[in-house]
């Protein structure tokens, strides 16, 4: 009888364990910067955006705790067979439910938060619903983005 309980005990504590990393930290900006620190990955598909059918889109990014990003963005046009590979840097910020990145080139975005877990990271263009989103998942620190088919060329 000990053993079950035991068992039972500790299955319950590993649950625990595993709900705790999906906690909403959204709220608590100090908890969501430290949460959206390391690498994630994300991928999508215009045709999930209703344009651009055949595209598909695959991205890395790493944020750092002094505020900086390094993201590697790859989209593949499949009926075309030509990918674009682009590597941008600048610096993110997050803050009142708006996360915020400006691009060295001087280019910048905002984006309307939906959710931030230790895991995943939600959030889409201030004009759109929530019925629409980009989300990443955290990625270990070795992640490497896929690279495109030998077949594909570069656009240009």
Not at 40 to 69: H, M, V
Request: aromatic share 12%.
């Amino acid at each position: 009888m000990k053993r079950i309980y035991f068992i039972s005990l500790l299955a319950a504590s590993l649950s625990l364990n595993a709900c705790h990393a999906d906690v909403e930290l959204k709220a608590d900006a100090t908890k969501a910067k430290a949460a959206l620190v390391g690498v994630w990955q994300g991928d999508g598909s215009a045709d999930d955006e209703g344009n651009y059918s055949g595209l598909e889109e695959y991205w890395k990014i790493t944020r750092t705790a002094d505020g900086r990003f390094e993201q590697e963005y790859l989209s593949m046009d499949m009926s075309a067979k030509k990918y674009t590979l682009v590597l941008e840097k600048g610096a993110w910020d997050y803050e009142g439910g708006m996360y915020l990145e400006t691009h060295d080139d001087g280019k910048s975005n905002s984006f309307r938060v939906i959710s931030i877990t230790e895991n995943t990271f939600q959030y889409n263009f201030p004009q759109d619903s929530d019925d629409f989103f980009i989300e990443e998942g955290k990625a270990d620190s070795g992640f490497e983005l896929i690279k495109p088919p030998s077949e594909f060329a570069k656009a240009d």
